[in-house]
C-alpha cells in the first residue's frame, strides 16, 4: 500500500459525459501528478499540482481539467468523453524537498470505460 | 526533450533462468533513472532508481540495475526468475534538476515466467 488512494475503482459511462476522479495523496505530500495509461499511448504524464498551483502540463486535452485543494487532495475533471478517454488514470505523490531526488508513490488507479 | 525505449514488448524466460529487460534513453541533461513494476490490476511499484550516486543500482526483489552513461543504458537484470516476478516493468526518465518531476515513462515490458 502506497498511501496513496484514489476513487472510484472502476467507473463506466457514455460518450459525451463529464466525470470526476480523486486522489488523496500521502501524509505530508505536497506535489499531486497525474498520469493516464492506455493500450496505445502507454503511460503519460498528463498534469501536476504542487501545494495547490499547477506546476507543469503534459499531454493533458482542453477537455480535461485538474485542481488541488487546500487539504492537498486533487481531481481530475475529464468532460466531452470520448471512447478514445477510455484508459487507467493514476494518480502520484511525492514530498517535494527541494533539490533533492523526490520518489513518486502511486495510487491503484481508476479505471475509466467510456461506452 | 526526453525518452525512454524499452527493447522487448515482451520477455518470456523459465523459472530460475536469468532476467534481462533492456532500457535505453535520451536525455539533455543528467537523468534520473527508475524502474516500476506493475503487476495486474495494480498500481506501479518503484523496484530500484538511480540518482546521480553509484552506477549499480540493487533494488527490491532481487533486482539490480546499471547506468551506463557511454551506452545510454539501464537495463534491468534479476540471476533468477521467481513465478512471482511476472509482471510488467517500467522504465522511467526524469530530469535530475528544475522543478518539473514528471516522469517520462517507456512502454513498457511484459514479462512471463514459465515453470
Known amino acids: 500500500d502506497s498511501g496513496v488512494t484514489q476513487t472510484p475503482k472502476h467507473l463506466i459511462t457514455a460518450t459525451g459525459q463529464r466525470v470526476t476522479l480523486r486522489c488523496s495523496p500521502r501524509?505530508?505530500?505536497?506535489?499531486v501528478y497525474w498520469y493516464q495509461q492506455s493500450l496505445d499511448q502507454g503511460l503519460q504524464f498528463l498534469i501536476q499540482y504542487y501545494n495547490g498551483e499547477e506546476r507543469a502540463k503534459g499531454n493533458i486535452l482542453e477537455r480535461f481539467s485538474a485542481q488541488q485543494f487546500p487539504d492537498l487532495h486533487s481531481e481530475l475533471n475529464l468532460s466531452s468523453l470520448e471512447l478514445g478517454d477510455s484508459a487507467l488514470y493514476f494518480c502520484a505523490s511525492s514530498v517535494e524537498r527541494g533539490g533533492s531526488y523526490n520518489e513518486q508513490f502511486f495510487g491503484p488507479g481508476t479505471r475509466l470505460t467510456v461506452l | 526533450a526526453q525518452s525512454v525505449t524499452q527493447l522487448g514488448s515482451h520477455v518470456s524466460v523459465s523459472e530460475g533462468a536469468l532476467v534481462l529487460l533492456r532500457c535505453n534513453y535520451s536525455?539533455?541533461?543528467?537523468?534520473?533513472l527508475f524502474w516500476y513494476v506493475q503487476y495486474p490490476n495494480q498500481g506501479l511499484q518503484l523496484l530500484l532508481k538511480?540518482?546521480?550516486?553509484?552506477?549499480l543500482v540493487k533494488g527490491i526483489n532481487g533486482f539490480e540495475a546499471e547506468f551506463k552513461k557511454s551506452e545510454t543504458s539501464f537495463h534491468l537484470t534479476k540471476p533468477s526468475a521467481h513465478m512471482s516476478d511476472a509482471a510488467e516493468y517500467f522504465c522511467?526518465?526524469?530530469?535530475?534538476?528544475?522543478?518539473?518531476?514528471?516522469?517520462?515513462f517507456g512502454k513498457g515490458t511484459l514479462l512471463t515466467v514459465n515453470p
Open positions: 522511467a526518465v526524469r530530469k535530475s534538476g528544475g522543478s518539473n518531476y514528471k516522469l517520462t
Open positions: 501524509s505530508g505530500d505536497l506535489s
Open positions: 536525455s539533455s541533461v543528467p537523468p534520473y
Open positions: 538511480y540518482t546521480s550516486a553509484a552506477t
